[in-house]
């Protein structure tokens, strides 16, 4: 079990952002579907560096928007491995949002994004070996 636990510590993804016009939508925050976008993103990243395999996102689960994330806001993307399956892996994503002149941070949006380790016809494999 530490093994794992060390290979989740190891495997912590985080990405940096500023929340510029061209993400934004007509309330000049950032565009929902760009989020889900960088979350994959950043979920796909923390999932691979875990298994060291191919890996698919065949699942998102509970996508929580709690605050708007207004432009010229820096943001921060954080994707830790949360559960470990056979051949399968959750990763929980933090959007934290700063703003760019001050200490201000707070959660924006949380969400959970389920992957599969696949071989080379694309069937699943262990997530571990």
């Not at 940096?16 to 760009?34: M, Q, R, S, W």
């Not at 056979?86 to 700063?98: G, L, N």
Request: with cysteine; aromatic share 10%.
């Amino acid at each position: 079990m530490e093994v794992i636990e060390q290979r989740k510590a190891a495997s912590e993804t985080r990405i940096f952002k500023a929340v510029f016009p061209n993400t934004t939508n007509h309330y000049d925050t950032l565009f929902g579907g760009t989020a889900l976008h960088m979350m994959d993103e950043a979920s796909f990243i923390c999932a691979t560096r875990f298994s060291r395999k191919r890996v698919v996102t065949i699942s998102t689960d509970k996508i929580d928007f709690t605050k708007p994330i207004p432009q010229g806001t820096i943001i921060e993307l954080v994707a830790r491995v949360e559960k470990v399956g056979r051949t399968s892996c959750v990763v929980r994503v933090d959007i934290f949002m700063e703003d760019m002149y001050s200490l201000d941070r707070e959660t924006a949006v949380t969400g959970y994004f389920t992957f599969v380790a696949i071989d080379e016809d694309k069937k699943p494999i262990p997530m571990l070996d």
